[in-house]
């Protein structure tokens, strides 16, 4: 019997997905794997980002402006 993924559970990125999905050029999402800002693994030849790295660095980038740079 063949196991099937739940609907809510998503493939994780390839590089071009993850250049669309942060819109830069695949360089520059390989080289975010290379720093290790994104979490990366292969399969085979290919890679692949998990969703969660994803969002932990879009979360770290995230721009907070405090009261001092608002005024």
């Not at 250049?19 to 085979?44: C, D, F, I, Q």
């Amino acid at each position: 019997m063949p196991l099937l993924e739940p609907e809510s559970v998503k493939p994780d990125l390839t590089p071009t997905a993850t250049t669309r999905e942060l819109r830069v050029t695949r360089t520059a999402v390989l080289k975010l794997v290379l720093s290790e800002e994104l979490n990366a693994y292969k399969v085979g030849q290919r890679l692949r980002i998990t969703h969660s790295s994803l969002g932990a660095y879009l979360d770290r980038q995230r721009f907070m402006p405090n009261e001092e740079s608002v005024a």
